[in-house]
């Protein structure tokens, strides 16, 4: 089992960056896939940006080019770096963890991002 404790997001401006964090504690960090997803008010959890253990990345088409997800077994860290943040970027971020063995999944409390002026 693993527990997620995602931090860094906040108010920014359209054109900002935030970088967010996730921290992972209780099992083997290197066995499980790590994403970001994000949720809307109104609208369905989506996902973001997806890392392997191998550190292969996946991205949705909207955040292309802006956001970079990144990984560190050795901390337990996984970050998503967000440039260019414009205000559909506004939502509840949450770090999520699939385990490779056992396709169990597990969510962080989320982060709230909004992107304003």
């Known amino acids: 089992q693993v527990q997620l404790v995602e931090s860094g997001g906040g108010l920014v401006q359209p054109g900002g960056s935030l970088r967010l964090s996730c921290a992972a504690s209780g099992s083997i960090f290197r066995i499980y896939v790590m994403g970001w997803y994000r949720q809307a008010p109104g609208t369905q959890r989506e996902l973001v940006a997806r890392i392997t253990t191998i550190a292969g990345t996946n991205y949705a088409d909207s955040v292309k080019g802006r956001f970079t997800i990144s990984r560190d077994n050795a901390k337990k860290m996984v970050y998503l770096q967000m440039s260019s943040l414009k205000p559909e970027d506004t939502a509840v971020y949450y770090c999520?963890?699939?385990?490779?063995?056992?396709?169990?999944?597990?969510w962080g409390q989320g982060t709230q991002v909004t992107v304003s002026s």
């Open positions: 999520n963890a699939e385990n490779t063995l056992t396709k169990n999944t597990y």
